[in-house]
């Protein structure tokens, strides 16, 4: 919130809010350990236009009419392995894994009143076939009421969740694996995030 309050903040630019806080995290005394994925995304009403930061495999797709309109692609090095922004125990730099924000893939494109915009983490992704999250998302475009967009973002989490405990279940994790000639079947136990809204223009 501060780093958009301030003169740095660029809303065409959403990758330069993920440098400027990976920077000062790099900076800090007593470093947080650790690394992530990241989707950024602004929402400038003025233009109607979206603008959009992702590093990983978390992501955001955007739905009209039912259809998918927009969505993030998947930055993986390999399979299972996604870009992501590392903050690692000194000495040990060269060893970890570790993406720039500027490596982030950034979009920019129009969105229209009611469109259903939803960000999630691969625990999301990776377990919710597309055409379910549809199923889901769809009963909400152009829905104002911030309880029911709630309700339902607690629904998709716990489809994931559900899901991801399956062991029978062919998850778009396992399909992803079998192209990567890995036989798996099965969800995959990974953190679950949801953010849910709509376009009110």
Same mark, same amino acid.
């Given at each position: 919130?501060?780093?958009?309050?301030?003169?740095?903040?660029?809303?065409?630019?959403?990758?330069?809010?993920?440098?400027?806080?990976?920077?000062?995290?790099?900076?800090?005394?007593?470093?947080?350990?650790?690394?992530?994925?990241?989707?950024?995304?602004?929402?400038?009403?003025?233009?109607?236009?979206?603008?959009?930061?992702?590093?990983?495999?978390?992501?955001?797709?955007?739905?009209?009419?039912?259809?998918?309109?927009?969505?993030?692609?998947?930055?993986?090095?390999?399979?299972?392995?996604?870009?992501?922004?590392?903050?690692?125990?000194?000495?040990?730099?060269?060893?970890? %894994? /570790?993406?720039?924000?500027? =490596? @982030?893939?950034?979009?920019?494109?129009?969105? *229209?009143? #009611?469109?259903?915009?939803? $960000?999630?983490?691969?625990?999301?992704?990776?377990?919710?076939?597309?055409?379910?999250?549809?199923?889901?998302?769809?009963?909400?475009?152009?829905?104002?009421?911030?309880?029911?967009?709630?309700?339902?973002?607690?629904?998709?989490?716990?489809?994931?969740?559900?899901?991801?405990?399956?062991?029978?279940? %062919? /998850?778009?994790?396992?399909? =992803? @694996?079998?192209?990567?000639?890995?036989?798996? *079947?099965? #969800?995959?136990?990974?953190? $679950?995030?949801?953010?849910?809204?709509?376009?009110?223009?």
């Amino acid at each position: 919130e501060r780093l958009v309050q301030c003169s740095h903040f660029n809303p065409q630019r959403p990758v330069n809010l993920l440098a400027y806080s990976y920077c000062e995290l790099m900076e800090q005394k007593k470093p947080i350990l650790g690394s992530s994925t990241a989707c950024v995304l602004i929402l400038n009403r003025e233009t109607s236009t979206v603008h959009t930061a992702n590093i990983g495999d978390s992501g955001f797709i955007v739905v009209r009419e039912g259809q998918v309109v927009h969505k993030s692609e998947e930055q993986q090095h390999y399979f299972n392995t996604p870009f992501q922004l590392s903050l690692p125990p000194p000495g040990h730099g060269p060893n970890v %894994l /570790s993406d720039s924000p500027e =490596s @982030a893939d950034t979009m920019s494109f129009p969105v *229209r009143d #009611g469109d259903v915009i939803l $960000i999630a983490t691969d625990g999301v992704f990776d377990n919710v076939p597309e055409d379910l999250m549809l199923q889901v998302l769809s009963e909400v475009e152009g829905e104002r009421d911030p309880v029911k967009l709630q309700m339902t973002a607690n629904s998709l989490a716990l489809m994931a969740r559900t899901l991801s405990l399956n062991s029978e279940f %062919l /998850s778009p994790f396992a399909l =992803s @694996a079998r192209r990567n000639n890995i036989q798996a *079947r099965g #969800g995959k136990p990974d953190d $679950i995030t949801v953010v849910l809204a709509t376009v009110a223009m």
